[in-house]
């Protein structure tokens, strides 16, 4: 129904930013709330941000508020997320998401579609 397709990752020195994309394709999304979760090699998948279908809300995670920023556009079928200051503890696969109602919610299993993720690699 919804494919989720990331981009923008890669790698970059302690201190420096990057911004990643993530677009809808197969279909458009409406009324959808999107968000951003990541996981480290032998972490857990942590909430990162979401925002609401209109964009109006936003919800972050603690560790990553103040040095990252969520956003959509594109007729809001495509989520940004601007990362600056970043720490090698931020290297992680950034996966996109997306549900079926227009929350910005912090649980993984609130979100019903999922991109294949893009790596960050922060160096020291």
């Known amino acids: 129904q919804v494919q989720l397709v990331e981009s923008g990752g890669g790698l970059v020195q302690a201190g420096g930013s990057l911004r990643l994309a993530c677009a809808a394709s197969g279909r458009t999304l409406s009324n959808n709330g999107m968000a951003w979760f990541r996981q480290g090699l032998g972490k857990e998948r942590e909430f990162v941000a979401a925002?609401?279908?209109?964009?109006?809300?936003?919800n972050y995670g603690d560790f990553v508020k103040g040095r990252f920023t969520i956003s959509r556009a594109g007729a809001k079928n495509t989520m940004y997320l601007q990362m600056n200051s970043l720490k090698p503890e931020d290297t992680a696969v950034y996966y996109c998401?997306?549900?079926?109602?227009?929350?910005?919610?912090?649980?993984?299993?609130?979100?019903?579609?999922w991109g294949q993720g893009t790596q960050v690699t922060v160096s020291p």
């Open positions: 998401a997306a549900r079926d109602s227009w929350a910005a919610r912090t649980r993984a299993l609130d979100y019903d579609y």
């Open positions: 925002i609401s279908s209109t964009g109006a809300t936003t």
